[in-house]
């Protein structure tokens, strides 16, 4: 930052940057002699072209037009891109900490406005990339949402007056439109913290992966000896494509199979490698298959160890007691040993600390939603597990839960058997009316997150506009049109994604893309969702994420 870069007067440069005061004056510095001792005798670049990540605010246009670089600029854009794209249909607007920035007991209101009025400026950019006018709808329940809604609004008519043109189609129905869903963490808490046995969600749980996805992977290289590597696991190798949302069982029974499979169609090219090849047209075949097959030889050990090591994992932390325990909680099985089931996991040494209080966290936040949890319940299971009350009262874990809307006192106990009867009745009136049976082929993976009931239902044009209003409501939105079977426009992000990780480029997805945006973060238990629900309605659903570790340390 502090060395003047050496002029190329006979080339032209690109700058993309973000559209702040420090990146604008850069800029300048890199044409004013006073700051930039190379160019005393000669031009910087013979011309620039400068493209802002966002909207330039006028003081810093201004500020451009009055600089020495005005004479050289031949090409200035905004281009909104403040955003993350994660995989073909999931992205995130790098805000790491928004569960403790909204959330924290000790958070005041205008540090909470700030942080929603930044996520909006990058929600926006999501927006305007597709080109349409969203319809935007929030979680009546949430405070949060709706702010964020009415910010997201007003971001994007500014836009508008500002001119960008964001197309509003005109006499489409509802259900055709792009609709946007903004929800914040506390309409699932118990997502976050259950035992995913999916393979993706399980490896990011339960293996060491860096900021940029990157996993260590050991292995032995041609002299004998161990050697470790970074892998990136992203959507450029086809093999973690195929495998990523498949159950961990499926997952090694697919690789083991797919890996015999592979050896046996390459045995004669592997017998080659070894120095069998007994012509010139053998040898050139060889040479040509020879770094393919190497390159799909690492890739398939690659997962081999993942999956090897997920279940290791499994076996190690009893996971499949703790999983099965967790998920009776969650579905709302009704257990007479819980809390004994409950007391042999928090005393047993084996058993890994962070186990032991995302089992806390469920059995708090899912007995009290079902409406099972008496004060003394509450008490004992807490100083069980370890947290006893501290000088303030209640334990400090209980303080956070009640920050994200979890009511453990005596009054809300008892408001919350109520909630819990009508809550049951509605779902069982709904599954009725769809003729929905249980989603889950394992007996680990029963509990469904409610991001994916929510959108699911915005897509089927069911989700109830009392719970989930609308910030602008269309004209059709008392009587939503049924779902179109025309084909009407390609995915911008990407083209559908079929078995094998192969792109179908050719695919026709069905008008009206869903965005879902949850503050807070979201799991890859329901990012997955994103592309179980667009395989199986032919709407694109795009879904907004950052989930970490920090969801632990805030809790804890």
């Given amino acids: 930052m502090e060395i003047a870069r050496e002029p190329l007067p006979n080339k032209e440069a690109i700058y993309i940057v973000s559209a702040t005061k420090d990146s604008v004056q850069r800029i300048i510095d890199d044409f004013d002699p006073e700051v930039n001792e190379f160019i005393s005798k000669k031009d910087q670049y013979a011309a620039v072209h400068l493209f802002f990540t966002s909207v330039l605010p006028d003081n810093l246009f201004e500020k451009l037009t009055k600089a020495q670089v005005r004479a050289y600029i031949g090409t200035m854009k905004e281009l909104n891109l403040l955003f993350h794209l994660q995989e073909s249909q999931v992205f995130h607007t790098n805000h790491e900490n928004s569960l403790k920035e909204v959330f924290s007991p000790v958070a005041d209101k205008d540090s909470v406005q700030k942080h929603l009025c930044e996520i909006s400026k990058r929600l926006c950019t999501v927006v305007t990339t597709l080109g349409e006018a969203p319809l935007i709808r929030y979680d009546k329940r949430s405070n949060p949402s709706k702010r964020l809604a009415s910010i997201v609004k007003d971001d994007l008519a500014a836009l508008a007056a500002a001119g960008l043109e964001l197309k509003v189609p005109k006499k489409t129905p509802a259900d055709e439109r792009v609709q946007v869903l903004i929800l914040d963490r506390t309409v699932d808490l118990v997502a976050p913290i259950l035992h995913e046995f999916t393979y993706q969600a399980m490896v990011h749980d339960l293996v060491p992966v860096d900021e940029h996805g990157c996993i260590e992977h050991s292995y032995t290289d041609n002299t004998g000896k161990e050697q470790t590597r970074k892998v990136l696991l992203s959507e450029n190798d086809q093999l973690w494509l195929r495998l990523r949302h498949m159950h961990i069982q499926d997952t090694c029974r697919w690789v083991v199979k797919a890996f015999n499979e592979f050896v046996a169609a390459n045995k004669k090219v592997g017998d080659l490698e070894m120095g069998n090849a007994s012509t010139l047209k053998e040898m050139g075949e060889a040479m040509r298959a020879l770094p393919q097959y190497r390159d799909m030889k690492s890739k398939y050990a690659v997962q081999i160890d993942l999956a090897t090591t997920c279940m290791d994992y499994f076996k190690k932390r009893n996971l499949k007691e703790l999983a099965m325990l967790e998920q009776d909680l969650v579905v709302g099985v009704k257990r007479k040993d819980v809390k004994k089931a409950l007391s042999q996991f928090f005393n047993d040494d084996k058993v890994h600390k962070k186990d032991k209080l995302r089992l806390l966290l469920i059995y708090l936040i899912s007995q009290s939603e079902q409406g099972r949890m008496t004060l003394k319940d509450k008490e004992e299971v807490v100083i069980d597990a370890g947290y006893p009350p501290d000088p303030q009262g209640d334990a400090k874990i209980i303080r956070c839960l009640g920050s994200l809307g979890v009511k453990l006192d005596k009054a809300s106990l008892k408001e919350n058997v109520k909630e819990a009867k009508e809550k049951e009745k509605e779902e069982k009136k709904v599954k009725k009316k769809k003729g929905e ?82 503050i807070g973060g979201m799991t890859y238990s329901e990012t997955r969702s994103a592309y179980e629900l667009t395989e199986a309605t032919g709407k694109e659903v795009i879904i907004g994420m950052y989930f970490s570790e920090s969801f632990y340390s805030f809790i804890s």
């Fill in 437 to 518: 049976e249980d989603e889950a082929s394992y007996e680990l993976s029963r509990y469904v997150p409610v991001v994916k009931r929510l959108t699911q239902s915005l897509i089927a044009g069911d989700l109830p506009t009392a719970k989930f209003p609308f910030v602008d409501p269309p004209a059709d939105v008392e009587a939503p049109s049924k779902e179109s079977s025309s084909a009407g426009s390609k995915s911008k992000w990407g083209a559908k994604k079929q078995d094998g990780g192969k792109e179908e480029t050719g695919t026709q997805l069905k008008k009206g893309r869903v965005i879902v945006f949850v």
